[in-house]
């Protein structure tokens, strides 16, 4: 019964901004962690950004000051906001979370994903 809905994703100029949207839904115990995570043509799906349930943030390299993850207070929904977009960050993210479904069960879930394109 658990869904990661995606939203967000288009088409922007270089130094565009966009912010992408995740919002889970479902039997769900606890949010352990909520992030995103890219995939651009002939490359390996990539942790952009990550923030656990205690706040901590991990961010690329490639990504730092630009991009910023967040959360609403009640945890469920985690954002992320792209600033000075470059045509490299051109790609297909997804949003993922890993729950705990009960106290005992931990599973890791995908959004469907939502594409971004940074083109001049």
């Known amino acids: 019964q658990v869904q990661l809905v995606e939203s967000g994703g288009g088409l922007v100029q270089p130094g565009g901004s966009l912010r992408l949207s995740c919002a889970a839904s479902?039997?769900?115990?606890?949010?352990?962690?909520m992030g995103w995570y890219r995939q651009a043509p002939g490359q390996e799906r990539e942790l952009v950004a990550s923030l656990s349930s205690d706040d901590t943030t991990t961010y690329a390299d490639s990504v730092k000051d630009r991009f910023t993850v967040s959360r609403t207070s009640a945890k469920n929904t985690v954002y992320l906001q792209m600033n000075s977009l470059k045509p490299e960050d051109t790609a297909v993210y997804y949003c993922?979370?890993?729950?705990?479904?009960?106290?005992?069960?931990?599973?890791?879930?995908w959004g469907q994903g939502t594409q971004v394109t940074v083109s001049s």
């Open positions: 479902g039997t769900i115990f606890s949010i352990k962690a």
């Open positions: 993922n979370a890993n729950l705990a479904i009960t106290t005992s069960l931990r599973r890791n879930y």
